[in-house]
């Protein structure tokens, strides 16, 4: 099972992808410097992170959840942040993000029993 330290820099990592991706949200295709500067910034900052729980869980499982929880995540940030609204199949979909998270990660944790 993988400790409380590799989850915890495993947050790390998708709270630096979300940060980096609201700013490349921002950025306006790039043109506006700080918002670039701070996506290059967040996903180059991503990588070392991402890297500590992988060694202790598959790097499958890790980015299932670095990546469904950073869209999940990301989701929430445009709606509270930005007024961005998300459709009905928006919402199941992300839902089924989450329970896919979810099935991965129990199914991980139960074959290591």
Known sequence: MPSPAACAVLLAAILAE????????RSESITRLFPRLIAISGDALVF???????RV??????HAIWSGLG???IAH???IGYGQ???????IGLALILSGVSVANVFFRSILQ
Request: no cysteine.
């Open 57 to 62: 869980q598959p790097s499958g499982v890790v």
């Open 18 to 25: 979300v940060i980096a991706a609201t700013a490349l949200a």
């Open 71 to 73: 869209i999940v995540f």
């Open 48 to 54: 070392w992170p991402l890297s500590v729980p992988i």
């Open 85 to 91: 609204r998300l459709d009905l199949p928006a919402v």
């Open 77 to 79: 940030v445009a709606w």
